[in-house]
């Protein structure tokens, strides 16, 4: 019975996951406009690059999402996988979490790579 009731709970958690996930991905949608810039080779992968501009007039309806419009998005997926390549970040204002927890300032650049693959 309690492998039954921990497979069970398991299950439920997976499901609560997939809709915040879905629900993030909503979020995201509506915080930005985004614009195909092109593509570009990367590592020997083709992506496309996609610039994301935080949308005028976005009202956020998820916790942490007030902080979407604070940055400006480069992303660079993979054209046959989907899947990111590199990610740049560009906080366009100033924003902090918590008193001493951590400070962004405008104009601070982010770099991210993801997926790389090791040749």
Not at 22 to 39: D, K, P, V
Not at 92 to 97: E, N, P, R, T
């Amino acid at each position: 019975m309690r492998t039954n009731s921990r497979a069970t709970s398991a299950c439920s958690r997976k499901k609560k996951d997939r809709e915040e996930g879905r629900q993030w991905a909503r979020e995201i949608s509506e915080a930005f406009n985004f614009h195909l810039a092109g593509t570009e080779m990367i590592e020997g992968r083709e992506t496309y690059v996609i610039d994301a501009q935080p949308r005028q007039g976005f009202h956020p309806h998820l916790k942490y999402a007030n902080y979407l419009p604070k940055f400006r998005f480069r992303i660079w997926p993979d054209k046959a996988e989907m899947q990111w390549v590199k990610l740049d970040a560009e906080c366009i204002d100033d924003l902090s979490w918590g008193w001493l927890l951590a400070r962004l300032h405008k104009g601070g650049p982010n770099s991210s790579r993801a997926n790389s693959r090791q040749r």
